[in-house]
């Protein structure tokens, strides 16, 4: 019987240097995970990395920090190298890149558009595609997307629709890869109290997505505490190994599916 306890694991986290995906990191190093790596795009979020380090480290975790735009393939296959070469071959893989661009349709760029699609969906495929190669027989992979999934919100066309493919990507890695004990999955959390969510955002926007969960009034800001997602995660490359291709809204009903 395979071992799915995090216990010994080895992990890897894009995105891992803050908000959910350092709050991810810090929690699993917790959970007695033999290394957690952890992955930032830019040099301004390095401060932040060697904080989430020092604090893995101080769970008694080993830790390493590596600093990549992940929007080439290239980038994502060296990512993986490192970490391999760093700390052994991940037998936990978690995507939490992305990015939000809140415009009217009609006003949208090709450049923007390029820089969404990279970012959200090529990204996304490439760390599944690096996962599948690299991460260890009984493995867990988790890539986040969007609440949005669960509905049609105006002026996010790119956001949404660049997320979007990262569902089937998700469905299709977890066919391919389930012969050798992989489960893949996607989580969709609500808007999030992180500053990835406010800057997009005008103060009208800010109070109708406070509002907008059915269990808003319960919640310490009305939007999803990056606490409450840290569990769902937990369980999913743990004990939930038997649920894979799917793709799990955790948003307190600000939409369904």
Known sequence: MADHSIKGKVVLIAGGAKNL?????????????????????????????????AAI????????AFQ?????????????ADTVAAVGKPDIAINTVGKVLKKPFVEITEAEYDEMSAVNSKSAFFFLKEAGKH?????????????LLGAFTPFYAAYEGTKAPVEHFTRAASKEFGARGISVNAIGPGPMDTPFFYPAEGA????????AAALSSFSRTGLTDIEDVVPFIRH???????????????NGGYTTK
Do not use: C, M, P
Not at 68 to 80: I, Q, S, Y
């Open 204 to 211: 009208d926007a800010v109070a109708y997505h406070k509002s």
């Open 57 to 64: 480290e101080a769970a008694g975790t080993q830790a390493a």
């Open 21 to 53: 995906g350092g709050l991810i990191a810090r929690d699993l190093a917790r959970q007695g995970a033999k290394a957690v790596a952890i992955h930032y795009n830019s040099a301004s979020s390095k401060a932040a990395a060697d904080e989430t380090v």
């Open 236 to 250: 999913l490359v743990s004990d939930g190994w038997w649920i894979t291709g799917q793709t799990i809204l955790i």
């Open 68 to 80: 990549g735009d992940l929007t080439t393939a290239g980038a994502v296959e060296k990512l993986f």
């Open 135 to 147: 991460v260890n027989d009984h493995g867990k992979i988790v890539t986040l997307v969007t609440s």
